[in-house]
């Protein structure tokens, strides 16, 4: 049982690179979603989407962009990285409805130079 | 937009009682959820209240005041592997979830 997986684990990337993030879960949840969690901030989420085809934009969504084309996979891209997107980035996966609490993945620790 | 306030670190002995307070300000509520975050790991779901009241869960109980905007995490029966982040969460009418900084709990033994 996987649950949700992401990839890369880690990365260090320099600063104008295209990057995605890879994100994929086996529990066929309708939800996903990407936050970032940096250190005294918390969780903030960047974007998400509660049904295939369907995206929408969270709390910083700003240099990132996601796709849905199915139910498993969340991709998240970013198109120009910049040295404030270093961060430990998790998605997570959800049914819609009551209850439904958030199933996370592992983690990717991004660097930014 | 929601504001959601808890304590940046408390500090307790294996085996006593810690209570975690959240306070929130929501444009829309559906929801608190409490995970627990150990160091270098992905968040992992506690417990969910979405009516007033005490849910019981093991060692570990989470209360709401929806008029109050006010919830608590108890943990009892403190074990050192209990040492880590607790965050509190609370969803909007999207489904969507804003969190709290976290609490870094640490038992010393």
């Known amino acids: 049982i996987a649950g949700i997986t992401q990839a890369p684990t880690s990365q260090i990337l320099a600063a104008g690179r295209r990057m995605t993030l890879r994100c994929t879960q086996d529990?066929?949840?309708?939800?996903m979603y990407w936050y970032r969690q940096d250190l005294g901030l918390g969780l903030r989420l960047i974007h998400y989407?509660?049904?295939?085809?369907?995206?929408g934009k969270g709390e910083v969504p700003d240099g990132y962009s996601v796709s849905r084309a199915n139910t498993d996979d969340f991709p998240l891209t970013l198109a120009s990285a910049v040295p404030s997107q270093t961060s430990v980035y998790f998605c997570?996966?959800?049914?819609?409805?009551?209850?439904?609490?958030?199933?996370f993945g592992p983690g990717t620790r991004l660097t930014v130079l | 937009g929601q504001n959601i306030d808890q304590p940046t670190e408390m500090t307790a002995t294996e085996g006593a009682i810690v209570q975690i307070n959240c306070t929130y300000q929501?444009?829309?509520?559906?929801?608190l959820f409490w995970y627990q975050q150990h160091a270098g790991e992905a968040p992992t779901f506690l417990s969910y209240n979405v009516l007033d009241g005490l849910e019981e869960k093991g060692r570990f109980s989470s209360f709401l005041s929806r008029s109050k905007g006010y919830s608590y995490l108890l943990l009892k029966e403190l074990q050192m592997k209990d040492s880590a982040s607790y965050l509190c969460?609370?969803?909007?009418?999207?489904?969507?979830?804003?969190f709290g900084a976290g609490t870094t709990v640490t038992v010393r033994a």
């Open positions: 969460a609370v969803r909007d009418g999207d489904y969507k979830l804003s």
């Open positions: 997570a996966s959800s049914d819609a409805g009551e209850g439904g609490e958030q199933f």
């Open positions: 529990m066929r949840h309708n939800a």
């Open positions: 989407s509660n049904t295939a085809g369907t995206t």
């Open positions: 929501t444009s829309g509520f559906n929801g």
